[in-house]
């Protein structure tokens, strides 16, 4: 599975962002898809994740009410939509693919795209 991540860039708090993965291999659809974030100095930490099949998400508290995941089977692609974002919301954002989904630890996540830096200024 190969992930890449893109969208992200410079943002007043208050706005939105959305951020891409574009995903491929013979067999991503039975793969957990998550995204993750890193700032400065940070763990790595859970933003949230969807089950390919069946849409399913699940998200983490500090973006919980804000942000939404998705995906178009037809392009390959997983989305998060991130609204109201705060200047803590800065850090690079990683989309990742596993196979467990009751899991929000890095460390079960087998695939990783690049990252990709939102900055938001307040």
């Known amino acids: 599975v190969q992930l890449q991540a893109s969208g992200g860039g410079l943002v007043q708090a208050g706005g939105s962002l959305r951020l891409s993965c574009a995903v491929s291999?013979?067999?991503?659809?039975?793969?957990?898809m998550g995204w993750f974030r890193q700032a400065p100095g940070k763990e790595r930490e859970f933003v949230g994740r969807?089950?390919?099949?069946?849409?399913?998400?699940y998200y983490g508290d500090s973006v919980k009410g804000r942000s939404t995941i998705s995906r178009d089977d037809a392009k390959n692609t997983m989305y998060l939509q991130m609204n109201s974002l705060k200047p803590d919301d800065t850090a690079v954002y990683y989309c990742?693919?596993?196979?467990?989904?009751?899991?929000?630890?890095?460390?079960?996540?087998?695939?990783w795209g690049q990252g990709t830096l939102v900055t938001v200024s307040s």
């Open positions: 291999g013979r067999t991503f659809r039975r793969y957990v």
């Open positions: 990742a693919a596993g196979l467990s989904y009751y899991t929000q630890a890095p460390s079960d996540y087998d695939y």
């Open positions: 969807i089950l390919w099949n069946g849409g399913s998400t």
